[in-house]
């Protein structure tokens, strides 16, 4: 797992705290939780390019900064299809 410092100021900093007190969580969670958000909808759209034949499976490895094996596995995770060939 990374370990990462961030100092989130103005509007970001302020929406974190609301949802860290919302949630009843402390603001590392609240950020964790916000960036598996951020990551879900980045590996949807890439997906979604990948699937219409956009892009290549490697190609969207690179996006996601992981090897097509580890690729595999995320999508099947999640019950995604591993290839984008017409049903």
Excluded at 19 to 28: E, L, T, W, Y
Excluded at 51 to 76: D, K, N, P, Y
Aim: no cysteine; charged share 25%.
């Amino acid at each position: 797992m990374e370990s990462v410092a961030i100092k989130l100021e103005g509007p970001i900093g302020q929406f974190v705290e609301r949802q860290a007190n919302k949630r009843q969580v402390s603001p590392q969670e609240a950020v964790i939780e916000l960036v598996s958000l951020g990551f879900e909808a980045f590996l949807q759209q890439w997906y979604d390019r990948y699937h219409r034949g956009e892009i290549s499976f490697g190609r969207l490895a690179q996006e996601l900064g992981m090897t097509t094996w580890e690729l595999s596995h995320l999508l099947e995770e999640r019950g995604w299809a591993v290839h984008n060939l017409p049903s």
